[in-house]
């Protein structure tokens, strides 16, 4: 499964964990269980939650068989201090 997802897809970015989860078997219970989050977590993710602890979706991710990467944006740039 690929899928790339920009900043602002939170819709994309549910729908994968939902999908793979589904694709899988899994309850969103199983998978907290399985991830070591809440059942509520799961829920909040897949329901495009904006502030999710990085953590967290790591493990729900790694639980699935999913990755996340980091590529630098096209308008990116650092703010001086």
């Known amino acids: 499964m690929n899928a790339v997802l920009g900043t602002e897809d939170r819709a994309g970015r549910a729908g994968?964990?939902?999908?793979?989860?589904?694709?899988?078997?899994?309850?969103?219970?199983?998978?907290?269980?399985?991830?070591?989050?809440?059942?509520?977590?799961?829920?909040?993710?897949?329901?495009?939650k904006t502030t999710v602890r990085l953590d967290k979706v790591i493990a729900v991710?790694?639980?699935?068989?999913l990755h996340l990467e980091?590529?630098?944006?096209s308008g990116a740039s650092l703010k001086k201090i």
Not at 61 to 65: A, C, E, K, Q, R
Not at 70 to 73: A, K, N, Q, R, V
């Open 16 to 48: 994968v964990i939902r999908l793979r989860r589904t694709t899988l078997g899994l309850r969103q219970g199983d998978l907290a269980d399985l991830a070591g989050v809440s059942e509520r977590f799961i829920h909040a993710m897949e329901n495009g």
């Open 61 to 65: 991710i790694t639980t699935l068989g």
């Open 70 to 73: 980091l590529h630098p944006g």
